[in-house]
Structure formats: C-alpha cells, structure tokens
C-alpha cells in the first residue's frame, strides 16, 4: 500500500514540476499559434519519409539500375526479355511511389482524426505546447533537426517525427520563429 502512495506522490510531483516550468516558460511568450493539423500537412510530411528517405534507397538503387541496363543493352536482348525488364520497371515505379502516397494519405487521415486544436506558445527557453488540458515544454536544446521547405518548418525531436509549422498558419511570426528555431536549437 505504500509504494503505492509513493507512487502516487511521485507522479504528483512531476505533474507539478511540469507546471511549474510551462508556467515559467509562459511568462516569456513572444506569440501563440493555435491550429488543428491539416491533412495536407501530415500527408507531405508522411510522404517526405515514404519517398526520399534511406528506407527507399534500394528502390531508387534498383530502378536507376534497371533502367541503365535497359538503355545500354537494348539491342542485345531480346524482345521477350525487353518487354519483361520493362514490365518489371513499370511495376516498380508504379507500385513502390503509389504505395507510398496511399500509406501516406491513410496515416495522415488517422492522424488528423485523433488530432484536437493545439497551441503552441512560442517562448524564449521553448514551445509549451497545449492540447487536450495538457502542457508540456518542448526545449529547444531537444530539438535534433530543423529543417524548413517552402511552406513549411518541421523541427524533429526524432528522427522521422516532430512538429510541423505550416508557413500560412504561422503567418506574421514565421520569420521569428524560424529565426528562433535555428538560433536556439542550433541544429541544422
């Protein structure tokens, strides 16, 4: 019974703790951002990973291959194994980037379903970041990764995940926070 209520006091004091340091966080707000995540969002940021990352090296890597065969041995083979090659490399650049964008979509759905509005207080030591009546601060030292496209920053606290900040959401304050997200978390 009293590891219990050890237990419970310990959870407790962190549930405090966390208070505590969102609360002095706030008090150096420079601007909130409040926005549920958009399918589109997701979906970019889910197909990012599907497409382009290392997992899909092999693909690109069999592909390039393949067609340089074909292309340089196209007089030698023949029709059969030509057709076959190319029924091959038509399968591989049909299924492996469609799959991509459907597992993509599906996972951005499920997502953007279980997603509620989230605020976002951008402050000097980090992000207090609010959803469901929970807080919690997101320090720019745990950021690993910065990284910004044309419409949008993702600063990763993994390697595949992270937050994403759409750049017509963010509107007026982009600048700052991309400024912010660079010069804080130093990461690149």
């Not at 405090?16 to 926005?35: P, Q, S, V, W």
């Not at 399918?39 to 690109?60: E, H, V």
């Not at 390039?64 to 490399?89: D, M, P």
């Amino acid at each position: 019974m009293d590891d219990i209520e050890v237990k419970k006091k310990t959870e407790e004091e962190l549930v405090a703790e966390n208070e505590a340091r969102c609360d002095e966080a706030i008090a150096t707000e420079r601007f909130c951002l409040a926005y549920k995540m958009r399918f589109k969002d997701l979906a970019r940021f889910n197909l990012r990973y599907s497409l382009l990352g290392w997992t899909n090296l092999l693909f690109w890597l069999v592909l390039v291959i393949g067609v340089a065969y074909l292309a340089t041995a196209w007089t030698e083979l023949g029709s059969q194994k030509r057709a076959l090659i190319i029924v091959l490399l038509v399968f591989l650049i049909w299924y492996v980037p469609v799959r991509a964008v459907l597992n993509a979509a599906k996972s951005a759905a499920f997502l953007q379903k279980q997603a509620e509005p989230t605020e976002y207080h951008v402050c000097e030591n980090g992000i207090v970041i609010c959803q469901d009546g929970q807080r919690g601060l997101l320090e720019y030292s745990k950021i690993t990764r910065v990284k910004e496209t044309g419409s949008r920053i993702y600063a990763y606290v993994f390697r595949n995940s992270g937050f994403i900040f759409p750049k017509d959401i963010v509107g007026e304050h982009y600048e700052e926070l991309r400024t912010l997200l660079r010069e804080r978390a130093g990461k690149q």
